[in-house]
């Protein structure tokens, strides 16, 4: 890993937005007019969420700060894999959608446990 200086740098930054591009452009276009409101909003508030926590930890400028947000970028991320085992499960999305949304969802969750680990030893030293 090189040098850290922005947020973008992150690779579980990167990973998230991967999985934020995959939920606005795959996902929600073709989710019916009906849930514009309910369903599709969800999701996008929480796609978006996933980014947006570790931007906002990481300009918070101290470990356990960052941590907290980490965690809940984690959490962004699971309610997403929710959001769309709940659009499978009511034929919204095929499995192969959902299949492909996981591969995006384990490595932003991987990192995002890495990045957690990372903070975690340096606020031990």
Same mark, same amino acid.
């Given at each position: 890993?090189?040098?850290?200086?922005?947020?973008?740098?992150?690779?579980?930054?990167?990973?998230?937005?991967?999985?934020?591009?995959?939920?606005t452009r795959e996902i929600t276009p073709?989710?019916?007019?009906? %849930? #514009?409101?309910?369903?599709?909003? /969800? &999701?996008?508030?929480?796609?978006?969420?996933?980014?947006?926590?570790? !931007?906002?930890?990481?300009?918070?400028?101290?470990?356990?700060?960052?941590?907290?947000?980490?965690?809940?970028?984690?959490?962004?991320?699971?309610?997403?894999?929710?959001?769309?085992?709940?659009?499978?499960? %009511? #034929?919204?999305?095929?499995?192969? /959608? &959902?299949?492909?949304?996981?591969?995006?969802?384990?490595?932003?969750? !991987?990192l995002s446990h890495g990045y957690a680990?990372?903070?975690?030893?340096?606020?031990?030293?």
């Amino acid at each position: 890993m090189g040098r850290i200086d922005r947020f973008e740098d992150l690779d579980c930054w990167k990973a998230c937005r991967e999985l934020r591009v995959f939920v606005t452009r795959e996902i929600t276009p073709q989710l019916p007019a009906e %849930e #514009r409101y309910r369903l599709v909003d /969800q &999701l996008i508030r929480a796609a978006r969420s996933t980014t947006a926590n570790i !931007a906002e930890g990481f300009g918070r400028r101290h470990y356990l700060d960052n941590a907290k947000f980490i965690r809940n970028s984690l959490g962004s991320q699971h309610e997403c894999l929710d959001h769309l085992i709940t659009d499978n499960d %009511e #034929r919204m999305i095929s499995d192969e /959608q &959902l299949a492909n949304f996981r591969v995006i969802f384990e490595k932003s969750s !991987a990192l995002s446990h890495g990045y957690a680990s990372y903070l975690a030893r340096t606020a031990k030293k």
